[in-house]
Every structure is written in structure tokens, then in C-alpha cells.
């Protein structure tokens, strides 16, 4: 049988084989940085991570999270539409 040369959704650049398990030679894993104690995959700049723990939001702050594929620029649109009294861009 053929071997996928990796999982759905890797990225190749980001990551690296698996050598302790040799009978799933296939699979890859994300590399990581460790910054302190927490793991954050490669792509994300870890010189960020300490002013993101500090961020603490304010009242006036708004967070719109919608699963992947499931209308987020519609949603953000009207939003948009909502805080601007209904006027579109």
C-alpha cells in the first residue's frame, strides 16, 4: 500500500519526521519553540508571545471567532455593517 508522504494539513517546512516509530514512518510532527513553558509552533514569532500573555482586553474590545469555513467574512462584514449604523464599505 501507498504511504502518504504526509498527514492532512501538515506543512512540510515546519516540521519533522518521527523516528521512534517505525511503523509509522509517514507521520510528521511541528517543530516547537518553548518559550517559557508554553509550546509554540514554528511560523509564530516567539518574541511575540510575552506581550501577548500580557494583553488584557478592554471593555470596549470585540472577539469574533467562528469555526474554519463557516462564514467569517460574512459575519465580520456585518459586524461591520452593525457598528458602523448600517453603512456598508
Known sequence: ????TQ???AMPDSEVPISDTPN???LRV???HDVNGFLIPFGFPPEN???AL???PRPSDLF???PPKCGTTWLLHTFYILLHSGSPL
Open 30 to 32: 511541528p517543530k516547537y
Open 49 to 51: 508571545i510575552p506581550s
Open 24 to 26: 509509522l514512518p509517514h
Open 54 to 56: 500580557a494583553y488584557t
Open 7 to 9: 498527514p492532512l494539513g
Open 64 to 66: 469574533i471567532a467562528t
Open 1 to 4: 500500500t501507498p504511504r502518504p
